[in-house]
């Protein structure tokens, strides 16, 4: 079968699917200080307003460039770091508030895979105590059963047995990061969420990280949330996406139709930057001026329009909201609200 062809089946299985992850409005802001009093003058508004969803098995990918809230965004969803507003909703339960033992709890159906390996890695633990310390944590197997079981795991990611008696610089970056998957996935999370987890890679070595993410994902029934700047990677890996800029989201559809027809503009910006791997099909590649202001005082309005080649003079006043503005595709855009009127 060819990979659309597969693609197209797993959309149509995913839409009978239960829903694993629901975030509703969801903001994180970090308060700012100044003074000798260090009083309060701000926020730094990193992820603002933002609510998605995600079914079982599937791969969510988040993208925007650096900056844009979408690491903050995956962290608090797991609750890594407190929410400042807004409700998460994991496998039915809401997991927003949860503290202590009940908190330490959900957290065994989640895990995160980081984007440098070694910084994420205890230089001075054995490999093998790394994959087992969440087994060690939340298990009661004897010694001997954890020896097995993460030998079990390095050799299932790629490594072999005996990786188990070395240290982390031993290894390469690739291989490092396949002992960041094998920890991840030792206590069987329900959701992975991957955090440019191939970015620090050379390019020969992202695919086979890659390729490893998808096999163990049909293997483990995973659902993944995968966080990158590179669309092309974005594209290889999920099947639907969601586009962040300065702490909002403002497209959601299914990879196909992203890359295919983007609606909003800051969508078509990012994938006219996408090389087009066929020589004849010339496109047109859309270049945003200015940098993206901070998220301390953002633009009022809708947040792009500084920067966006379209912006009508009521860009500045109203803040669009996401809505569907054709089956399974949402937009935030005044250019759709009008349209849909
Ligand atoms: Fe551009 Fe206005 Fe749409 Fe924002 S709302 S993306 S500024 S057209």
């Not at 959309?11 to 239960?18: P, Q, V």
């Amino acid at each position: 079968m060819s990979e659309q062809v597969v693609s197209e089946k797993k959309k149509k299985d995913l839409y009978n699917k239960e829903v694993l992850l629901e975030v509703k409005n969801l903001k994180k802001y970090y308060p700012v200080t100044a003074g000798f009093f260090q009083r309060k003058v701000g926020d730094v508004k990193a992820v603002d307003d933002i609510t998605l969803s995600l079914k079982k098995g599937e791969t969510f990918g988040l993208v925007g460039e650096s900056g844009c809230g979408k690491s903050t965004a995956g962290r608090t969803l797991l609750r890594l770091t407190d929410p400042t507003e807004g409700q998460i909703i994991f496998d039915g339960e809401d997991i927003t508030n949860l503290r202590g033992s009940k908190l330490r709890k959900a957290r065994r159906n989640f895990q995160m895979v980081f984007q440098d390996p070694y910084a994420s890695l205890n230089s001075k633990m054995m490999v093998g105590h790394l994959v087992d310390e969440p087994l060690r944590n939340y298990t009661n197997k004897s010694h001997k059963e954890l020896r097995e079981e993460v030998k079990k795991l390095l050799k299932r990611v790629g490594l072999r047995a005996e990786d188990y008696y070395k240290y982390p610089h031993e290894f390469s970056g690739g291989q490092r990061q396949r002992i960041g998957i094998a920890r991840a996935l030792a206590l069987n999370p329900k959701l992975i969420i991957a955090d440019e987890p191939v970015s620090a890679l050379d390019v020969s070595i992202q695919s086979q990280v890659l390729n490893l993410l998808k096999e163990l994902q049909d293997e483990f029934d995973l659902t993944y949330l995968f966080i990158a700047h590179d669309l092309s990677v974005v594209k290889h890996m999920s099947d639907r996406i969601g586009v962040m800029y300065l702490g909002h989201m403002v497209e959601v559809g299914d990879k196909e139709e992203i890359y295919h027809e983007p609606l909003h503009p800051y969508t078509q910006a990012l994938t006219s930057a996408i090389p087009e791997p066929n020589p004849l099909h010339k496109k047109e590649r859309i270049i945003l001026e200015g940098d993206v202001p901070s998220p301390q005082n953002p633009p009022t309005g809708c947040v792009f329009h500084t920067r966006c080649p379209v912006a009508m003079p009521k860009c500045k006043e109203i803040v669009p909201q996401l809505k569907e503005v054709r089956p399974n595709r949402q937009v935030a855009c005044l250019l759709y609200e009008e349209e849909n009127k």
